[in-house]
């Protein structure tokens, strides 16, 4: 059976609604961890500048990193597995080959994002393109070649985009198992499967692919096959070999039992010769052990490795086993650091496969670029902008303490609709969309959660009755809609309970019409009217507390505060505020003083639990973030700032609000929540363009420093404590 998660083997009956795998997670194991060899730890990200003046974090005392024997070559960025993050952007979708043109600006955008996070080689998704198939699935094989042209068309336009912006991008095409992974068996006659794959070399190379990618081999005779394949049609193109291995840890070799000694002998040179050798979709903790073996052959090209993060290992290779559950030791952090020993033992190609996704990516080019070893994808232009976000400094030793506040730090979730945007590409939210999307809102509330955060937020924002009003919708269906929103959340939190995760729902009572407008478009009573009615509903749906977010004037938190006071008075509230663009003279959107809220809800009927900056820039929340630490507020204070590439000076829809700014990386996310908890936050999260993987790169940092999260019950802090190291003993030994 062939899975949505693109694993031609996998048991797509255990696949089924896939946004719900993650709750079936085996126990973590351990990812490169040894606790007694002295493991230092990561390097602070601490010294990072958001490429903005007016955002420096503090460096203190902090000597330059130890480097990393860098390579002769380049460290080539491979991108990451495909099938399973098109799974995650569309939960419930079963993959087949018709699904590369049903989907091909998911596709696009996966690509897109592999590049983005640092990626300079992206593979076709053509591992599902193979007349096997096209037949299996009732297809058409006249139909294969269009498919694979389609396939290759979509990733060459994202390289030459990525191409005009002076990156310099190349594309694989990816020459797939013939029929089902994890067998060494082969399908068809010698002559047969060579005939095959030189009908999928000539469409490929046609297309326009720079260079061949002999994926997931189980043989050395299916390679041999695939090489004389090309060789027939594009004998002077590029080819690397990626082979799948066996799972024994104590005596690596291919699937079929093939020692790899044998592969650097039969691709060294001549006819067959490779261009690069790599192991793909296999454990990383098997493939440790094999690039042993293959450094120590000598092989004249590059040498690499793509592993997957299946949570069991795959003896059976067949239907039954456990590869579709996902490890959750897998943090950008550990495959950062996981990258770092293959490097050390040679690496010069580094990429993920199943399970793998491009924020894993990005904390490797963060930790690398942190290091100074050069990577392939750096043009001038790109290693300047790196060097403004992650300047290369900083100590593989003990890094200097963060003051630990009182209260612990508490990690509030990320901007849900540019991240609804970015896994349902096209689609025009509105209040409709909560109800048809629900199982894509849950997945992205159950990453926030995975990521670290225990606060995640309804996505009741577009619930109000203005825009149901504004999108044609029934007035009536406003409370069902909330309670929807609010059930959706609240499954998660419980799911996530049952983990042992400590998670609460927060109620967002959002603007009443446009964000970003100060204007009040009811009176003050309907005002209060209005929210009363969200208040009510969202009360008797189960959540946790209210968050009133993005308020634009100390009106609109008042009318807010006394709509809840009406229904729920003793429930905890958070005041959530967004914020003019003048840095040196930060205040609300409407002009009024940060000042006059602490002092109207510092206590008394209005007192607030939480004061927040939201949805403003990071520059502008910063000196904001000191009038506010300065107040002396008796409630906790946070921020959640958005990533918009320019300004709101307009605050309307002419502006580029849309447009997400390229320097806000995890680990810059990080080093910024690091100069807000500094200045006294104990709430951190992420608005408008900030996603899982931002606050994954916050968590792993902050748990590094010792600082106390406020989801971290004792089971989740040792599993972090043992996810989250770096081998330092090997990279000090250097």
């Known amino acids: 059976m062939f899975c949505n998660c693109g694993l031609s083997s996998c048991d797509s009956q255990a696949h089924e609604g896939y946004s719900k795998a993650a709750a079936r997670r085996a126990p973590a194991r351990r990812l490169f961890c040894n606790p007694s060899a002295g493991l ?4 602070p ?4 500048g958001m490429g903005r003046d007016s955002i420096r974090v503090l460096e203190g005392n902090v000597p330059p990193i130890p480097s990393i024997a860098a390579s002769g070559a380049p460290f080539t960025v491979f991108d990451s ?10 939960p419930g979708v079963v993959w087949q080959p018709s699904s590369v043109r049903q989907y091909k600006d998911v596709i696009k955008q996966v690509h897109w994002d592999n590049v983005a996070a640092g990626a300079d080689v992206i593979t076709t998704f053509t591992y599902i393109l193979t007349p096997y198939w096209i037949k299996e ?4 094989d006249a139909d294969l070649e269009p498919l694979i042209e389609l396939a290759v068309q979509i990733a060459c336009e994202v390289r030459d985009e990525w191409n005009k912006r002076g990156r310099k991008v190349r594309v694989a095409g990816c020459l797939p198992p013939l029929a089902a992974s994890y067998n060494a068996t082969m399908l068809y006659s010698y002559a047969d499967t060579v005939d095959i794959y030189a009908r999928l070399v000539r469409c490929m190379c046609v297309a326009g692919v720079d260079f061949l990618l002999m994926e997931t081999i189980a043989s050395l005779t299916v390679a041999k096959a695939a090489s004389e394949a090309q060789n027939r049609i594009a004998p002077d193109m590029e080819r690397w070999l990626s082979f799948t291995l066996d799972d024994n840890e104590d005596d690596p070799k291919f699937l079929s039992g093939e020692r790899i000694e044998s592969a650097t002998d039969m691709f060294r040179d001549g006819p067959l010769k490779a261009n690069a050798i790599i192991f793909n979709c296999a454990p990383p903790e098997i493939c440790l052990p094999a690039m042993d073996i293959l450094a120590a052959q000598n092989f004249p090209g590059e040498i690499g490795v793509s592993p997957n993060a299946f949570a069991e290992k795959r003896h059976s290779y067949g239907a039954g086993d456990k590869a579709h559950i996902v490890r959750e030791d897998m943090t950008p952090a550990a495959f950062a650091a996981m990258a770092a020993t293959f490097q050390l033992k040679g690496a010069t190609i580094m990429g993920g496969c199943c399970g793998a996704g491009p924020q894993h990516l990005q904390g490797m080019v963060d930790f690398f670029r942190l290091q100074g070893l050069p990577l392939a994808c750096d043009t001038t232009h790109w290693t300047g902008l790196a060097q403004e976000i992650i300047p290369r400094a900083g100590s593989l030793g003990k890094i200097p303490a963060i003051a630990a506040s009182s209260a612990p730090f508490t990690v509030f979730d990320s901007g849900m609709g540019r991240e609804l945007a970015l896994r349902c590409p096209g689609v025009v939210w509105q209040p409709s969309s909560v109800r048809q999307y629900k199982d894509v809102i849950k997945q992205v509330h159950w990453d926030n959660v995975a990521a670290g955060a225990d606060v995640i937020t309804t996505f009741t924002y577009i619930l109000t009755p203005y825009w149901i009003k504004e999108k044609g919708g029934d007035d009536a269906d406003l409370e069902p809609l909330i309670e929807l929103a609010v059930q959706i959340a609240c499954e998660v939190r419980d799911e996530w309970k049952k983990q042992g995760r400590k998670v609460r729902v927060a109620g967002c009572l959002p603007p009443l019409a446009a964000s970003y407008n100060a204007a009040m478009l009811y009176s003050y009573a309907d005002t209060v009217d ?29 009318a807010a505060t006394e709509a809840q006071n009406r229904i ?17 003279d930060p205040k609300f959107l409407s002009g009024e003083r940060i000042e006059s809220a602490t002092d109207m809800f510092r206590d008394g009927p209005l007192k607030a639990n939480a004061i927040i900056f939201n949805c403003a820039p990071p520059e502008i929340c910063l000196p904001a973030m000191d009038t506010l630490a300065a107040q002396n507020f008796p409630g906790e204070i946070g921020v959640s700032p958005n990533a918009f590439a320019e300004k709101r000076h307009s605050y309307g829809a002419g502006d580029k609000a849309h447009i997400v700014r390229e320097d806000m990386t995890p680990a810059a996310f990080a080093a910024m929540a690091e100069t807000f908890q500094r200045k006294g936050a104990t709430i951190m999260g992420g608005c408008c363009g900030a996603g899982p993987q931002h606050l994954q790169g916050m968590v792993d940092f902050f748990r590094l420093q010792g600082l106390a999260l406020a989801g971290d019950e004792p089971h989740w802090t040792e599993l972090a404590q043992e996810r989250i190291q770096i081998r330092s003993d090997k990279i000090a030994a250097l």
């Open 568 to 584: 729920a008075p003793d429930m905890e509230r958070w005041l959530s505020f967004t914020l003019d663009d003048n840095e040196d």
């Open 530 to 558: 209005i929210y009363a009615r969200l208040t009510r509903c969202m009360a008797m749906a189960g959540v946790d507390f209210f968050l009133m977010e993005t308020i634009a004037s100390l009106t609109v938190a008042k």
């Open 40 to 43: 230092g730890k990561i390097p």
């Open 137 to 140: 699935k009732g297809g058409d």
């Open 45 to 48: 990200i601490a010294a990072s």
């Open 81 to 90: 597995g495909m099938g399973r993050e098109l799974a995650l952007r569309c």
